[in-house]
Nanobody, 129 residues
Framework: QLQLVESGGGLVQPGGSLRLSCTASGFLDDYTVGWFRQAPGKGREGVSCISTVDGSTYYAESVKGRFSISRDNAKNTVYLQMNSLQPYDTAVYYC???????????????????????WGQGTQVTVSS
């Protein structure tokens, strides 16, 4: 059973930056890992996904050019660098992982479906002046 732990959330002013980390309890070198967010009263949104196999990535239109996803397989960690944050980015951010053979970065982010159901507990990101 893979356990995921997010960190790095917090309060930041508009235009600021944060880096989220998602660290797994085991090896992440054969997974698709995604960052998702959910704001109060809204549905879950796939923000960005990455394949730890080949490094391919997917970004939601709302974050393209501002967010960057990366992985460090040696540390079993996936990062989400968030720049130019805006109030509409405020949400709880979750990471999730699925075996690479059951999904793609596009499918995972667009459908928000995580078949193996490995999810972190979430980290709050609040963008406010």
């Amino acid at each position: 059973q893979l356990q995921l732990v997010e960190s790095g959330g917090g309060l930041v002013q508009p235009g600021g930056s944060l880096r989220l980390s998602c660290t797994a309890s085991g090896f992440l070198d054969d997974y698709t890992v995604g960052w998702f967010r959910q704001a109060p009263g809204k549905g879950r949104e796939g923000v960005s996904c990455i394949s730890t196999v080949d490094g391919s990535t997917y970004y939601a239109e709302s974050v393209k050019g501002r967010f960057s996803i990366s992985r460090d397989n040696a540390k079993n960690t996936v990062y989400l660098q968030m720049n130019s944050l805006q109030p509409y980015d405020t949400a709880v951010y979750y990471c999730a992982a699925d075996l690479a053979r059951v999904t793609t970065v596009q499918a995972m982010c667009i459908t928000t479906l995580v078949i193996t159901d490995y999810w972190g507990q979430g980290t709050q990101v609040t963008v406010s002046s």
